[in-house]
Protein backbone atom coordinates (compact mmCIF):
# COMPACT_ATOMS: atom_id res chain seq x y z
CA UNK A 1 0.00 0.00 0.00
CA UNK A 2 2.09 3.24 -1.27
CA UNK A 3 0.93 6.52 -1.84
CA UNK A 4 1.07 7.81 -5.29
CA UNK A 5 3.10 9.72 -7.45
CA UNK A 6 1.39 13.34 -6.27
CA UNK A 7 2.19 12.74 -2.62
CA UNK A 8 4.90 15.24 -1.98
CA UNK A 9 3.90 15.09 2.22
CA UNK A 10 6.99 17.19 3.91
CA UNK A 11 9.28 16.39 0.71
CA UNK A 12 10.49 12.97 2.52
CA UNK A 13 10.80 10.92 -0.69
CA UNK A 14 13.03 13.69 -2.23
CA UNK A 15 16.22 12.38 -0.27
CA UNK A 16 15.97 8.81 -1.64
CA UNK A 17 18.90 10.04 -4.31
CA UNK A 18 21.64 8.08 -3.36
CA UNK A 19 22.59 5.48 -7.01
CA UNK A 20 22.11 2.41 -6.29
CA UNK A 21 18.61 2.78 -3.91
CA UNK A 22 15.74 0.85 -6.03
CA UNK A 23 12.99 -0.56 -5.02
CA UNK A 24 12.04 0.95 -2.05
CA UNK A 25 8.74 0.76 -2.09
CA UNK A 26 7.42 -2.50 -4.27
CA UNK A 27 10.16 -4.95 -3.35
CA UNK A 28 13.11 -4.61 -0.68
CA UNK A 29 15.44 -1.64 0.58
CA UNK A 30 18.68 -2.13 -0.77
CA UNK A 31 22.36 -0.46 -1.18
CA UNK A 32 23.04 -1.78 -4.65
CA UNK A 33 26.63 0.15 -4.51
CA UNK A 34 28.09 -1.49 -1.64
CA UNK A 35 26.29 -4.90 -2.09
CA UNK A 36 28.14 -8.04 -2.55
CA UNK A 37 27.57 -9.84 -5.92
CA UNK A 38 26.12 -13.69 -5.51
CA UNK A 39 28.05 -15.98 -7.18
CA UNK A 40 27.50 -19.84 -7.72
CA UNK A 41 28.22 -22.42 -9.89
CA UNK A 42 25.65 -23.72 -12.19
CA UNK A 43 25.36 -27.46 -12.88
CA UNK A 44 23.65 -28.00 -16.53
CA UNK A 45 21.15 -30.65 -16.98
CA UNK A 46 20.41 -30.23 -20.98
CA UNK A 47 21.49 -27.50 -23.19
CA UNK A 48 20.25 -24.26 -22.81
CA UNK A 49 18.11 -22.76 -26.02
CA UNK A 50 18.67 -19.28 -27.15
CA UNK A 51 16.41 -15.98 -26.11
CA UNK A 52 14.56 -15.65 -28.94
CA UNK A 53 13.38 -19.30 -29.51
CA UNK A 54 11.50 -18.65 -26.08
CA UNK A 55 8.97 -17.24 -28.15
CA UNK A 56 7.75 -20.63 -29.18
CA UNK A 57 7.68 -21.88 -25.55
CA UNK A 58 4.55 -23.54 -24.71
CA UNK A 59 3.48 -23.26 -21.48
CA UNK A 60 0.09 -24.19 -19.55
CA UNK A 61 -2.54 -20.97 -20.25
CA UNK A 62 0.40 -19.32 -21.65
CA UNK A 63 1.21 -17.13 -24.27
CA UNK A 64 4.63 -15.81 -24.66
CA UNK A 65 4.50 -12.23 -26.08
CA UNK A 66 7.93 -11.13 -26.48
CA UNK A 67 11.64 -13.37 -26.61
CA UNK A 68 14.58 -10.91 -27.18
CA UNK A 69 17.71 -9.95 -26.08
CA UNK A 70 18.34 -6.26 -24.81
CA UNK A 71 21.93 -5.06 -24.34
CA UNK A 72 23.57 -3.62 -22.15
CA UNK A 73 22.03 -0.31 -20.95
CA UNK A 74 19.30 -0.15 -23.75
CA UNK A 75 16.50 -1.00 -21.69
CA UNK A 76 13.68 1.86 -21.70
CA UNK A 77 10.42 1.16 -19.72
CA UNK A 78 7.13 1.87 -20.80
CA UNK A 79 5.96 4.04 -18.42
CA UNK A 80 7.89 6.58 -15.28
CA UNK A 81 7.72 4.66 -11.78
CA UNK A 82 5.11 4.50 -10.43
CA UNK A 83 6.09 5.61 -7.34
CA UNK A 84 8.94 8.83 -7.31
CA UNK A 85 12.01 6.75 -7.11
CA UNK A 86 15.49 7.13 -8.96
CA UNK A 87 15.81 4.54 -11.33
CA UNK A 88 18.70 4.38 -13.88
CA UNK A 89 18.14 1.78 -16.30
CA UNK A 90 21.51 2.47 -18.38
CA UNK A 91 23.42 0.45 -15.92
CA UNK A 92 21.90 -2.70 -16.69
CA UNK A 93 23.72 -5.37 -17.84
CA UNK A 94 22.69 -7.69 -21.19
CA UNK A 95 19.52 -9.49 -20.34
CA UNK A 96 16.89 -12.07 -21.97
CA UNK A 97 13.78 -10.37 -21.97
CA UNK A 98 10.55 -12.48 -22.63
CA UNK A 99 7.13 -11.17 -21.66
CA UNK A 100 3.85 -13.70 -21.21
CA UNK A 101 0.70 -13.48 -20.62
CA UNK A 102 -1.13 -15.89 -18.45
CA UNK A 103 -5.00 -16.76 -18.38
CA UNK A 104 -5.94 -19.53 -15.71
CA UNK A 105 -9.60 -18.68 -15.93
CA UNK A 106 -11.33 -16.99 -19.27
CA UNK A 107 -11.48 -13.54 -17.33
CA UNK A 108 -7.58 -13.92 -16.36
CA UNK A 109 -4.73 -12.32 -18.17
CA UNK A 110 -2.06 -11.73 -15.71
CA UNK A 111 0.94 -10.18 -17.44
CA UNK A 112 4.54 -10.79 -16.23
CA UNK A 113 7.95 -10.49 -17.24
CA UNK A 114 10.95 -12.43 -16.87
CA UNK A 115 14.93 -10.92 -16.60
CA UNK A 116 17.37 -13.13 -16.98
CA UNK A 117 21.06 -12.32 -17.23
CA UNK A 118 23.03 -13.02 -20.55
CA UNK A 119 26.11 -13.80 -18.97
CA UNK A 120 27.01 -14.25 -15.31
CA UNK A 121 23.70 -15.56 -13.83
CA UNK A 122 24.47 -16.66 -10.29
CA UNK A 123 21.97 -19.66 -10.45
CA UNK A 124 19.18 -17.36 -8.25
CA UNK A 125 15.62 -16.37 -9.07
CA UNK A 126 14.04 -13.25 -7.64
CA UNK A 127 10.25 -12.60 -7.69
CA UNK A 128 9.45 -8.73 -6.75
CA UNK A 129 6.47 -7.29 -5.41
CA UNK A 130 4.43 -4.13 -6.22
CA UNK A 131 2.25 -2.17 -4.22
CA UNK A 132 -1.12 -0.52 -3.21
CA UNK A 133 -3.87 -2.02 -5.99
CA UNK A 134 -0.79 -1.70 -9.28
CA UNK A 135 -1.86 -3.47 -12.24
CA UNK A 136 1.39 -3.06 -13.88
CA UNK A 137 5.28 -4.24 -13.63
CA UNK A 138 7.26 -2.60 -11.29
CA UNK A 139 10.27 -2.35 -13.62
CA UNK A 140 12.17 -0.27 -11.59
CA UNK A 141 12.52 -3.06 -8.74
CA UNK A 142 13.81 -5.45 -11.43
CA UNK A 143 17.00 -3.57 -12.10
CA UNK A 144 18.83 -4.03 -9.01
CA UNK A 145 18.20 -7.97 -8.46
CA UNK A 146 19.49 -8.28 -12.65
CA UNK A 147 22.54 -5.91 -11.97
CA UNK A 148 23.77 -8.61 -9.42
CA UNK A 149 23.26 -12.03 -11.56
CA UNK A 150 20.10 -12.72 -10.02
CA UNK A 151 17.17 -13.75 -12.87
CA UNK A 152 14.32 -11.36 -11.96
CA UNK A 153 10.82 -11.37 -12.57
CA UNK A 154 7.13 -8.98 -11.86
CA UNK A 155 3.77 -9.33 -12.67
CA UNK A 156 1.09 -6.86 -13.17
CA UNK A 157 -0.99 -8.72 -10.67
CA UNK A 158 -3.88 -9.29 -13.38
CA UNK A 159 -5.27 -6.00 -14.54
CA UNK A 160 -4.20 -1.84 -15.90
CA UNK A 161 -4.56 0.17 -13.09
CA UNK A 162 -3.08 2.75 -10.40
CA UNK A 163 -2.28 2.04 -6.59
CA UNK A 164 -5.65 3.24 -5.70
CA UNK A 165 -7.76 1.94 -7.66
CA UNK A 166 -9.84 -0.72 -7.30
CA UNK A 167 -12.42 -0.40 -10.48
CA UNK A 168 -10.75 -3.21 -12.18
CA UNK A 169 -12.26 -5.79 -9.95
CA UNK A 170 -16.25 -4.45 -10.29
CA UNK A 171 -17.76 -7.43 -11.59
CA UNK A 172 -14.85 -9.66 -12.38
CA UNK A 173 -13.98 -11.84 -9.10
CA UNK A 174 -11.37 -13.74 -10.71
CA UNK A 175 -9.39 -10.76 -11.79
CA UNK A 176 -9.51 -10.24 -7.47
CA UNK A 177 -8.66 -13.71 -6.83
CA UNK A 178 -5.78 -12.58 -9.62
CA UNK A 179 -4.59 -9.86 -7.34
CA UNK A 180 -4.99 -11.17 -3.88
CA UNK A 181 -2.53 -14.50 -5.22
CA UNK A 182 -2.89 -16.69 -8.49
CA UNK A 183 -0.78 -13.68 -10.31
CA UNK A 184 1.89 -14.22 -8.24
CA UNK A 185 1.75 -18.32 -7.98
CA UNK A 186 1.33 -18.21 -11.71
CA UNK A 187 4.49 -15.59 -12.22
CA UNK A 188 6.17 -18.02 -9.74
CA UNK A 189 5.73 -21.20 -11.71
CA UNK A 190 6.23 -19.90 -15.41
CA UNK A 191 9.49 -18.23 -14.40
CA UNK A 192 11.05 -21.06 -13.07
CA UNK A 193 10.16 -23.19 -16.10
CA UNK A 194 11.34 -19.98 -18.91
CA UNK A 195 14.75 -20.27 -16.53
CA UNK A 196 15.26 -23.92 -17.07
CA UNK A 197 14.38 -23.78 -20.70
CA UNK A 198 16.98 -20.86 -21.00
CA UNK A 199 19.72 -21.63 -19.27
CA UNK A 200 18.98 -26.03 -19.25
CA UNK A 201 18.95 -26.01 -15.33
CA UNK A 202 16.60 -25.05 -12.61
CA UNK A 203 17.46 -22.16 -10.36
CA UNK A 204 19.34 -23.27 -7.43
CA UNK A 205 18.06 -20.76 -4.90
CA UNK A 206 14.40 -18.92 -5.09
CA UNK A 207 13.74 -15.43 -3.73
CA UNK A 208 10.85 -12.90 -2.81
CA UNK A 209 11.73 -9.27 -2.14
CA UNK A 210 8.74 -7.13 -1.37
CA UNK A 211 6.83 -3.94 0.63
CA UNK A 212 3.63 -2.99 1.37
CA UNK A 213 1.57 -4.99 -0.71
CA UNK A 214 4.42 -6.73 -1.91
CA UNK A 215 5.16 -7.87 1.69
CA UNK A 216 1.63 -9.09 1.34
CA UNK A 217 1.79 -11.35 -1.46
CA UNK A 218 5.47 -12.77 0.15
CA UNK A 219 3.53 -14.09 3.04
CA UNK A 220 0.93 -15.03 0.89
CA UNK A 221 3.57 -17.59 -0.98
CA UNK A 222 4.47 -18.55 2.51
CA UNK A 223 1.27 -19.45 3.34
CA UNK A 224 -0.36 -20.85 0.54
CA UNK A 225 2.49 -22.19 -1.51
CA UNK A 226 5.61 -23.14 0.35
CA UNK A 227 7.65 -24.58 -2.22
CA UNK A 228 7.94 -21.35 -4.30
CA UNK A 229 10.60 -19.48 -2.53
CA UNK A 230 13.55 -20.59 -0.52
CA UNK A 231 13.80 -17.48 1.37
CA UNK A 232 10.94 -14.47 1.81
CA UNK A 233 11.72 -10.50 3.14
CA UNK A 234 8.26 -9.25 3.27
CA UNK A 235 8.55 -5.50 4.73
CA UNK A 236 5.34 -3.71 6.17
CA UNK A 237 3.17 -6.08 5.06
CA UNK A 238 -0.74 -5.34 4.03
CA UNK A 239 -1.08 -8.84 5.07
CA UNK A 240 -3.90 -7.40 7.71
CA UNK A 241 -6.27 -6.63 4.71
CA UNK A 242 -9.71 -5.67 5.76
CA UNK A 243 -8.69 -4.38 9.51
CA UNK A 244 -6.18 -2.12 6.92
CA UNK A 245 -8.71 -0.98 4.60
CA UNK A 246 -10.65 0.37 7.76
CA UNK A 247 -7.84 1.97 9.18
CA UNK A 248 -7.15 3.80 5.70
CA UNK A 249 -10.95 4.69 5.53
CA UNK A 250 -10.93 5.87 9.19
CA UNK A 251 -7.78 7.79 8.84
CA UNK A 252 -9.40 9.56 5.88
CA UNK A 253 -12.56 10.40 7.77
CA UNK A 254 -10.90 12.28 10.65
CA UNK A 255 -7.90 14.06 8.87
CA UNK A 256 -10.23 15.75 6.64
CA UNK A 257 -13.47 16.45 8.99
CA UNK A 258 -14.33 19.79 8.65
CA UNK A 259 -14.17 20.69 12.37
CA UNK A 260 -11.35 18.20 13.38
CA UNK A 261 -9.40 17.89 10.82
CA UNK A 262 -5.74 18.22 10.67
CA UNK A 263 -4.17 19.80 7.85
CA UNK A 264 -0.73 18.77 6.44
CA UNK A 265 1.27 21.94 8.50
CA UNK A 266 -0.02 20.45 11.94
CA UNK A 267 0.96 17.31 11.02
CA UNK A 268 4.37 18.26 10.74
CA UNK A 269 3.40 20.00 13.88
CA UNK A 270 2.58 16.49 15.70
CA UNK A 271 5.75 14.98 14.06
CA UNK A 272 8.32 17.90 15.65
CA UNK A 273 6.87 17.45 18.94
CA UNK A 274 6.52 14.00 19.02
CA UNK A 275 10.38 14.03 18.25
CA UNK A 276 11.24 16.38 20.79
CA UNK A 277 8.97 14.44 23.50
CA UNK A 278 10.89 10.81 22.38
CA UNK A 279 14.37 11.81 21.29
CA UNK A 280 16.55 11.71 23.72
CA UNK A 281 14.91 8.38 25.49
CA UNK A 282 17.66 5.85 23.95
CA UNK A 283 20.50 7.83 24.99
CA UNK A 284 21.25 9.57 21.60
CA UNK A 285 19.11 13.10 20.08
CA UNK A 286 19.22 12.18 16.86
CA UNK A 287 15.35 12.97 15.59
CA UNK A 288 15.11 8.46 15.60
CA UNK A 289 13.54 6.87 18.68
CA UNK A 290 14.91 3.27 18.58
CA UNK A 291 11.23 1.90 19.96
CA UNK A 292 8.52 4.81 20.29
CA UNK A 293 6.70 2.26 22.32
CA UNK A 294 8.76 3.48 25.29
CA UNK A 295 7.89 6.88 25.10
CA UNK A 296 4.00 8.89 25.94
CA UNK A 297 3.26 10.88 23.50
CA UNK A 298 0.11 13.73 23.89
CA UNK A 299 -0.89 15.56 21.27
CA UNK A 300 -2.43 17.92 24.20
CA UNK A 301 0.88 19.27 24.57
CA UNK A 302 0.28 21.48 21.34
CA UNK A 303 -3.27 22.55 22.23
CA UNK A 304 -3.70 26.10 20.99
CA UNK A 305 -3.71 27.76 24.82
CA UNK A 306 -6.21 31.10 23.48
CA UNK A 307 -7.16 31.75 19.62
CA UNK A 308 -5.89 29.03 17.23
CA UNK A 309 -3.05 29.27 15.27
CA UNK A 310 -0.55 27.75 13.10
CA UNK A 311 1.43 27.23 15.51
CA UNK A 312 -1.31 24.63 17.73
CA UNK A 313 -3.57 22.27 17.58
CA UNK A 314 -7.52 23.22 18.39
CA UNK A 315 -9.37 20.84 20.85
CA UNK A 316 -10.58 19.01 18.50
CA UNK A 317 -7.57 18.66 16.41
CA UNK A 318 -6.26 16.87 19.33
CA UNK A 319 -9.05 14.53 19.61
CA UNK A 320 -8.52 13.70 16.19
CA UNK A 321 -4.97 12.72 16.85
CA UNK A 322 -5.80 10.85 19.77
CA UNK A 323 -8.11 9.05 17.63
CA UNK A 324 -5.69 7.93 15.37
CA UNK A 325 -3.09 6.86 17.54
CA UNK A 326 -5.81 4.86 19.29
CA UNK A 327 -6.25 2.55 15.97
CA UNK A 328 -9.65 1.00 15.26
CA UNK A 329 -11.99 -0.77 17.03
CA UNK A 330 -15.26 -2.26 16.91
CA UNK A 331 -17.74 0.11 18.45
CA UNK A 332 -20.13 -2.34 19.38
CA UNK A 333 -17.92 -4.95 20.87
CA UNK A 334 -14.78 -2.71 21.81
CA UNK A 335 -12.14 -5.18 20.25
CA UNK A 336 -9.39 -3.76 18.07
CA UNK A 337 -10.01 -3.97 14.45
CA UNK A 338 -6.02 -2.95 13.88
CA UNK A 339 -3.88 -1.01 16.03
CA UNK A 340 -3.21 2.45 15.17
CA UNK A 341 0.63 4.33 14.48
CA UNK A 342 3.46 5.00 16.52
CA UNK A 343 4.20 8.91 16.92
CA UNK A 344 6.71 10.23 14.61
CA UNK A 345 5.11 9.47 11.23
CA UNK A 346 2.29 11.75 11.33
CA UNK A 347 2.78 13.41 7.95
CA UNK A 348 1.86 10.27 6.21
CA UNK A 349 -1.69 10.44 7.52
CA UNK A 350 -2.56 13.04 4.53
CA UNK A 351 -1.81 10.70 1.78
CA UNK A 352 -5.21 8.90 2.97
CA UNK A 353 -7.35 12.06 1.75
CA UNK A 354 -9.29 11.76 -1.49
CA UNK A 355 -6.56 13.81 -3.70
CA UNK A 356 -3.90 11.54 -2.69
CA UNK A 357 -4.29 8.41 -2.01
CA UNK A 358 -7.96 6.44 -1.06
CA UNK A 359 -6.84 3.29 -1.20
CA UNK A 360 -9.28 2.60 1.60
CA UNK A 361 -12.56 4.31 0.47
CA UNK A 362 -11.87 3.08 -3.05
CA UNK A 363 -12.21 -0.76 -1.88
CA UNK A 364 -15.30 0.07 0.28
CA UNK A 365 -16.93 1.84 -2.09
CA UNK A 366 -16.00 -0.54 -5.03
CA UNK A 367 -15.88 -4.06 -3.62
CA UNK A 368 -17.96 -4.14 -0.67
CA UNK A 369 -20.56 -1.60 -0.97
CA UNK A 370 -20.60 -1.82 -4.44
CA UNK A 371 -22.04 1.66 -4.25
CA UNK A 372 -20.51 4.27 -6.22
CA UNK A 373 -21.92 7.25 -3.69
CA UNK A 374 -20.68 5.15 -1.04
CA UNK A 375 -18.89 7.95 1.17
CA UNK A 376 -16.38 7.29 4.40
CA UNK A 377 -18.83 8.80 6.29
CA UNK A 378 -21.05 6.19 6.22
CA UNK A 379 -18.76 3.56 7.39
CA UNK A 380 -19.84 1.17 9.80
CA UNK A 381 -16.78 -0.53 11.84
CA UNK A 382 -19.19 -3.15 12.96
CA UNK A 383 -21.50 -4.20 10.08
CA UNK A 384 -19.35 -3.35 6.94
CA UNK A 385 -16.15 -5.04 8.65
CA UNK A 386 -17.74 -8.23 8.87
CA UNK A 387 -19.12 -8.01 5.41
CA UNK A 388 -15.80 -7.57 3.81
CA UNK A 389 -14.42 -10.35 5.63
CA UNK A 390 -17.36 -12.35 3.91
CA UNK A 391 -16.49 -11.58 0.89
CA UNK A 392 -12.73 -11.14 1.13
CA UNK A 393 -12.97 -15.47 1.70
CA UNK A 394 -12.48 -16.34 -2.13
CA UNK A 395 -10.20 -13.76 -2.96
CA UNK A 396 -8.16 -14.05 0.29
CA UNK A 397 -6.57 -10.51 0.42
CA UNK A 398 -6.52 -10.76 4.03
CA UNK A 399 -3.24 -12.84 4.81
CA UNK A 400 -2.86 -13.54 8.19
CA UNK A 401 -2.76 -17.34 8.85
CA UNK A 402 -0.22 -17.84 11.06
CA UNK A 403 0.78 -21.56 10.89
CA UNK A 404 3.84 -21.69 8.43
CA UNK A 405 5.08 -24.90 9.68
CA UNK A 406 5.04 -25.97 6.06
CA UNK A 407 6.96 -23.51 4.40
CA UNK A 408 9.84 -23.71 7.62
CA UNK A 409 9.93 -27.37 7.29
CA UNK A 410 11.47 -27.36 3.76
CA UNK A 411 13.98 -25.40 5.05
CA UNK A 412 11.82 -21.58 3.90
CA UNK A 413 13.53 -18.08 5.48
CA UNK A 414 10.84 -15.42 6.33
CA UNK A 415 12.86 -12.09 7.29
CA UNK A 416 10.19 -9.73 8.47
CA UNK A 417 10.90 -5.90 8.65
CA UNK A 418 9.34 -2.50 9.18
CA UNK A 419 9.44 1.09 10.08
CA UNK A 420 8.73 2.04 13.30
CA UNK A 421 7.31 6.01 12.37
CA UNK A 422 5.02 3.98 9.25
CA UNK A 423 1.94 5.85 9.44
CA UNK A 424 0.80 4.06 6.41
CA UNK A 425 0.84 0.36 7.50
CA UNK A 426 1.00 0.51 11.89
CA UNK A 427 4.38 -1.12 12.97
CA UNK A 428 2.44 -2.84 15.43
CA UNK A 429 0.35 -5.10 13.16
CA UNK A 430 3.17 -6.73 11.37
CA UNK A 431 4.90 -7.64 15.18
CA UNK A 432 1.29 -9.10 15.92
CA UNK A 433 1.67 -11.02 12.60
CA UNK A 434 4.89 -12.09 13.80
CA UNK A 435 4.01 -13.03 17.21
CA UNK A 436 1.12 -15.08 16.13
CA UNK A 437 3.42 -17.09 13.50
CA UNK A 438 5.73 -17.50 16.59
CA UNK A 439 2.95 -19.26 18.74
CA UNK A 440 1.49 -21.19 16.07
CA UNK A 441 4.84 -22.83 14.19
CA UNK A 442 6.27 -22.96 17.15
CA UNK A 443 10.47 -24.18 17.41
CA UNK A 444 10.42 -23.65 13.59
CA UNK A 445 9.51 -20.16 13.76
CA UNK A 446 12.40 -19.55 15.88
CA UNK A 447 14.89 -20.80 14.28
CA UNK A 448 13.58 -19.89 10.51
CA UNK A 449 11.95 -16.44 11.33
CA UNK A 450 13.78 -12.92 12.03
CA UNK A 451 11.53 -9.48 12.35
CA UNK A 452 13.67 -6.34 12.32
CA UNK A 453 12.00 -2.83 13.46
CA UNK A 454 14.01 0.40 11.34
CA UNK A 455 13.57 2.67 14.03
CA UNK A 456 12.61 6.39 12.26
CA UNK A 457 11.53 4.96 8.63
CA UNK A 458 8.14 5.27 6.92
CA UNK A 459 6.34 3.22 4.83
CA UNK A 460 9.24 1.11 3.17
CA UNK A 461 11.34 4.26 3.44
CA UNK A 462 11.97 7.53 3.91
CA UNK A 463 11.74 9.11 7.19
CA UNK A 464 14.44 10.21 10.13
CA UNK A 465 16.11 6.61 10.23
CA UNK A 466 18.57 4.79 8.20
CA UNK A 467 16.21 3.13 5.95
CA UNK A 468 18.64 1.29 3.42
CA UNK A 469 19.71 -2.14 3.51
CA UNK A 470 20.25 -5.09 2.01
CA UNK A 471 17.12 -7.25 2.34
CA UNK A 472 18.31 -9.64 -0.77
CA UNK A 473 21.52 -9.96 -0.16
CA UNK A 474 20.33 -10.75 4.03
CA UNK A 475 18.18 -13.57 3.00
CA UNK A 476 20.72 -15.13 0.17
CA UNK A 477 23.67 -15.04 3.10
CA UNK A 478 20.70 -17.01 5.78
CA UNK A 479 20.01 -20.09 2.84
CA UNK A 480 23.91 -20.54 2.15
CA UNK A 481 25.25 -20.56 5.76
CA UNK A 482 22.32 -21.45 7.53
CA UNK A 483 22.53 -18.94 10.42
CA UNK A 484 20.02 -16.39 10.71
CA UNK A 485 20.75 -12.54 10.65
CA UNK A 486 21.81 -11.23 13.86
CA UNK A 487 22.79 -7.73 12.95
CA UNK A 488 21.64 -5.70 9.74
CA UNK A 489 23.63 -2.93 8.84
CA UNK A 490 21.32 0.50 7.07
CA UNK A 491 22.68 3.49 5.99
CA UNK A 492 20.71 6.81 5.18
CA UNK A 493 22.52 9.54 2.81
CA UNK A 494 23.26 12.77 5.35
CA UNK A 495 24.77 16.18 3.89
CA UNK A 496 27.01 16.48 1.01
CA UNK A 497 28.74 12.67 0.70
CA UNK A 498 28.64 11.63 3.91
CA UNK A 499 26.11 8.88 5.31
CA UNK A 500 24.87 7.49 8.90
CA UNK A 501 24.97 3.70 9.30
CA UNK A 502 23.22 1.98 12.09
CA UNK A 503 22.79 -1.31 13.15
CA UNK A 504 19.07 -3.14 12.56
CA UNK A 505 18.70 -5.66 15.46
CA UNK A 506 16.04 -8.76 15.64
CA UNK A 507 12.81 -7.73 17.61
CA UNK A 508 12.68 -7.29 20.38
CA UNK A 509 16.32 -6.61 20.65
CA UNK A 510 17.38 -2.90 19.92
CA UNK A 511 20.26 -0.98 19.15
CA UNK A 512 22.39 1.19 22.38
CA UNK A 513 25.17 3.50 21.81
CA UNK A 514 28.15 1.81 23.29
CA UNK A 515 29.16 5.52 24.56
CA UNK A 516 31.97 6.29 22.72
CA UNK A 517 32.63 7.48 18.92
CA UNK A 518 30.46 9.09 16.42
CA UNK A 519 26.32 8.49 16.69
CA UNK A 520 27.15 8.04 12.83
CA UNK A 521 29.10 5.05 12.79
CA UNK A 522 27.13 1.33 13.43
CA UNK A 523 30.26 -0.27 14.84
CA UNK A 524 29.68 1.99 17.85
CA UNK A 525 25.92 0.59 19.06
CA UNK A 526 25.24 -3.02 19.72
CA UNK A 527 21.96 -5.23 20.19
CA UNK A 528 20.68 -5.42 23.28
CA UNK A 529 17.77 -6.69 25.08
CA UNK A 530 15.04 -3.33 25.30
CA UNK A 531 14.41 -1.85 28.46
CA UNK A 532 11.31 -2.72 30.65
CA UNK A 533 8.62 0.29 29.40
Aim: aromatic share 8%; net charge neutral.
Amino acid sequence: MHATRGERMSGRHRSWTSRGVIGVFGVCLVAGANAPAATQSVTRAEPPVSCESLASLTLPDTKVTRAERVAAGAFTAPAPPPIPVPVDYSRLPPFCRVAATISPTPDSAIKMEIWMPAEGWNGKFVGVGNGGFSGEIWYFAMVEPLSRGYAVAGTDTGHAGGQDDASFAVGHPEKLVDYGWRAVHEMTLKSKAIMARHYGTAATRSFWVGCSSGGRQGLKEAQRFPGDYDAIAAGAPANNWVPLMAYSATVQRLITDPKGGIPPPALNLLKEAAIAACDARDGVTDRVVEDPRSCTFDPATLLCKAASSANCLTAQQVETARAIYAGVANPRTGETILPGPTPGGEPAWFAFSPKAFPIGANYWRDLVMANPNWTVASLDLDRDVARARTLDDKAELTTTHADLRPFFARGGKLLLWHGWTDGLIPAQNTIDYYQSVLRASGSAATASMRLFMLPGVDHCAGGEGTFMMDALGVMDGWVQNGQPPDRIVARRPLQGATQRTRPLCPYPQVARYRGQGSTDDERNFECRPPASR
